[in-house]
């Protein structure tokens, strides 16, 4: 048994597929932490714009696109037409011949009145869109709201459990989980 690693021993690292270069790697979850109302969710629908773009980067960053564009938005704080105000300003959705707005094709969205919990039967359903769309973006806004039904608050370490519960029912589904909190999480 060794004493650990050392200068003699080789080290053998993996760079990670990326979805955003250095900041969001692909298939995993990712936590995106920083203070209230500083633009998390916008800077989450912009990722989403430059994924299903085809451009090349985002916040000077490489981006890898989206084929097919795939995309679930949990988005349970928030009304539909405050989401189709953003998503529309990102260029993610239009409005038809009829004047009614339309997602970009690739986008699923759950907004306020219309998501659902994240218990057993949720994470079942969450784990059928994504076998059904293996490599999509997932993205959930946010976690307060989205944890609300479990009468767990997100600076409690039993939201530890249903976290887990999500992350095990995305492995081998290659979908990437981008997660916000609506404020910085306190350790306690």
Known sequence: MGLGVTAADPIVTNEPDW??????PRGVLTLM?????VGKTRLAVGLVAALLGKKGSFIDRAVTPMTPPQVIIFGPDMPEAVWMTMLGKAGLCQRD???????????TLFHEGNCFPPHQNGIDAIRRMALAQPGSLMIVDTLHSFFCPLRIGESSVKVAEPLRAL????????TTGLLLPPRQLRHR
């Open 167 to 174: 992350s095990k029912a995305l492995l081998g589904t290659n």
């Open 19 to 24: 979805l955003l270069e250095g900041v969001v």
């Open 33 to 37: 932490v920083a203070p209230p109302k």
């Open 97 to 107: 011949h009829e004047g009614n707005e339309r997602l970009q094709a690739g986008i």
